[in-house]
């Protein structure tokens, strides 16, 4: 082990800041960012109680632009509302209720 050459290295005697010019696609200041498990859990809450009939009044929160519904009712990927309007679900970032 004492064979071994010693190895060079250079003294760094300026400031480093080679980060400065990374990105980060998801982190842009006020983009919504859907999170699927805790709006998939939402969604489950409203459909899985025991009451015949479903009607909420919710407010839809879309990337780009929010919407008043009534919903009525889920398929797998879909919402339909009282008007007979489907709503990917795929596009919701988030729901509240009304």
Known sequence: MKDLPK????KIDKLLSNNKNVSYGEL???????DRDALNKKIRA???KESVTYSYNCKIIFK???EKHIIIGKTDNYLVTRREKLIPINDIIDIELN
Do not use: S
Request: hydrophobic share 35%; no cysteine; aromatic share 12%.
């Open 46 to 48: 409203l459909f899985d």
């Open 7 to 10: 190895v060079f290295a250079n």
């Open 28 to 34: 842009r200041e006020g983009e919504k960012k859907a």
């Open 64 to 66: 780009d632009h929010e």
